[in-house]
């Protein structure tokens, strides 16, 4: 069973990327084997991250999903044809042991990482627990929730930053908390791109700054992140959850590689 161990890299930060939503088995596996074959060229520990459904939609009409049982089996198909982990988002407690048995880590969302029944539900399945957090949060009280999961009996937890709101429509990133939360002994994620959405938009459509995410993902390795999350997309234009904020697929690659020349320096 993966561990936080296993992601962890002397040499390397590691790295949490993929779609935003499974969108089909074709796209995901197009997207996990590009990804795969970089990361192990550069030595990059490496989880395929896809939602096999969106809850937190501003609009009824807004995509959601192919299906819970058809996008986890994608999920798993992915892990078991590249030999990596992968990771999804849990909403509810009933739906932490169903995805648990298709994926490596459950991720809980921002908005929900206080609640404590969906924090211990995850905990109970033995799985590493990503907990995001809040908009709303200080990164010092990101020690509570780590807390409820390791009292619920499982210390393979994680942390990420993804932006503090900054006004109705914006998010800011404050650095500091990346240091801040890595004093509680657990791994730290720097969430690139949800770092740069621009939510609450008049059109209910939430919105991005992706010119930017070379920058937050210099500056997070700059600081010491252990590991990054990004979602990326052949044509961000065409995704469909989340297109504003993404990195191009094409991209990633030599973004990395810069990436590492920091980390490199910084050691």
């Known amino acids: 069973m993966l561990t936080i161990d296993h992601l962890r890299n002397k040499k390397n930060f ?16 197009h997207i996990a084997e590009h990804i795969t074959e970089i990361t192990h060229r550069l030595d990059i520990p490496y989880v395929f991250k896809g939602s096999y459904r969106k809850a937190n939609r501003s609009r009824l009409d807004s995509f959601t999903g192919i299906g ?36 490596d880590i459950l991720q809980i969302p921002a908005f929900l990482c206080r609640q404590t029944d969906l924090l211990v539900a995850a905990a109970q399945t033995g799985k590493v627990v990503n907990i995001k957090k809040g908009q709303f949060l200080s990164p010092a009280a990101m020690q509570f929730a780590i807390q409820k999961v390791v009292d619920a009996g499982n ?8 932006g503090t709101t900054f006004g109705y429509t914006d998010l800011v990133v404050d650095f500091r908390g990346i240091p ?9 994620i720097m969430d690139i791109t949800h770092s740069l959405q ?18 937050v993902a210099k500056a ?10 990004l979602e990326t997309h052949p044509e961000p234009s065409k995704a469909k959850s989340d297109g504003a904020n993404m990195l191009p697929l094409d991209l990633l690659e030599d973004l990395l590689k810069r990436l590492i020349r920091i980390r490199e320096a910084v050691q």
């Open 155 to 162: 210390s393979n937890v994680m942390v990420t930053e993804r």
């Open 220 to 229: 997070a390795i700059a600081v010491g992140t252990d590991g990054l999350f």
């Open 68 to 103: 819970d049982e058809k996008a986890l089996k994608i999920l798993r198909k992915v892990s078991e044809t590249f030999g990596i982990p992968t990771v999804t988002d849990i909403h509810e407690t009933h739906e932490a042991a169903m995805a648990a048995e298709y994926v």
């Open 14 to 29: 590691f790295l949490l990327a993929g779609p935003c939503v499974i969108e089909g088995e074709d796209m995901a596996l």
């Open 180 to 188: 801040q939360m890595q004093a509680f002994g657990y791994p730290v």
């Open 198 to 215: 621009q939510p609450n938009q008049a059109s209910g459509i939430t919105g991005g700054l992706p010119a930017l995410i070379e920058t």
